[in-house]
């Protein structure tokens, strides 16, 4: 019988779903809705962001991650970045690389700078793309599989390059209606079997293509507005969820998942959630001899 074991490495993702060891986040200090950039942003408009309210909700949920083993590492929030709290789009590991993005939107240009000086003051190894543009919510990985948006911040020419970049690597393009962002709005990976969906936004082509892949479990329009499909995984089967998407929680459930409930209804009146508020940079590697 071959050996199993875990390799030690600084920088390693494989999946979305193995154990998460090793989290970048970023404190939703100055969380600010200054330019509606998504349908979920237009309807909190008006209200905004309370910002002590968001910090608290943030504190709870990185307070959860470390008492589920997960080690989280905190980017300096700037004043002139509000939407720096959803550190994902900053960067995404794929293997043993940790990719800088290229930031589209005006607002959120500079927080590449941010992450890349942290990442050297912390001799973390990195590698910039200097490419069109491309955000880390439109990347989602599943082994040799590398899923990527088409979004209104990532476009045809990154992933060509991806591609090239990546030549061991099954890059598949996702076209969805863009006025959801990014592709972990409507589609995100549970584990090798599972995936959640929201099938209103994709083309029939796909959602019959991630069918013919994974188990899926389909979120319906009142929880995608809620960031039903924005869950992070952690391993182990555990699953970090918003409480108001009973829907989503429940099928969890029944399908063997643990939820972890913590509420962040004041970080997605921005449009995110959990997957957007972090950046995993080492998940378990294992490997058999």
Not at 172 to 198: G, M, R, T, W
Not at 238 to 248: A, I, M, R, T
Request: hydrophobic share 35%; charged share 30%; net charge negative.
């Amino acid at each position: 019988m071959r050996a199993i074991k875990e390799v030690k490495q600084q920088i390693v993702c494989h999946t979305e779903y193995e154990a998460l060891e090793k989290v970048i986040v970023c404190q939703p200090k100055y969380m600010e809705i200054t330019e509606v950039i998504n349908e979920v942003q237009e309807e909190y408009a008006e209200e905004n962001i309370n910002r002590l309210k968001a910090m608290e909700q943030h504190k709870a949920f990185t307070d959860a991650l470390a008492e589920n083993g997960v080690t989280v590492y905190m980017l300096p929030p700037a004043k002139t970045k509000p939407e720096q709290v959803f550190t994902r789009d900053i960067g995404f590991t794929i293997g043993h690389t940790l990719y800088i993005s290229e930031m589209a939107s005006d607002i959120r240009q500079g927080e590449e700078e941010v992450l890349t000086k942290w990442l050297s003051k912390n001799s973390m190894p990195h590698k910039r793309l200097f490419s069109k543009e491309i955000e880390g919510g439109d990347v989602i990985i599943d082994g040799k599989r590398v899923f990527v948006g088409l979004s209104s911040r990532t476009n045809e020419d990154t992933v060509k390059s991806l591609k090239k970049l990546l030549p061991n690597y099954e890059v598949i393009p996702i076209e969805f209606d863009q006025k959801y962002l990014h592709l972990d709005c409507v589609f995100n990976i549970l584990s090798p079997e599972d995936a959640l969906i929201f099938p209103e936004a994709l083309q029939k082509e796909t959602v019959h293509m991630l069918k013919g892949m994974y188990k899926t479990i389909e979120v319906n329009a009142e929880e995608q507005f809620t960031m039903g499909t924005n869950v992070l995984s952690i391993g182990h089967k555990k699953v970090f969820s918003l409480p108001v998407n009973k829907e989503v929680n429940q099928n969890l459930r029944e399908r063997g998942y643990t939820v972890i409930e913590v509420d962040l209804s004041e970080i997605i009146k921005s449009g995110g959630s959990f997957r957007c508020c972090t950046l995993p940079i080492k998940r378990t590697e294992i490997i058999k001899d």
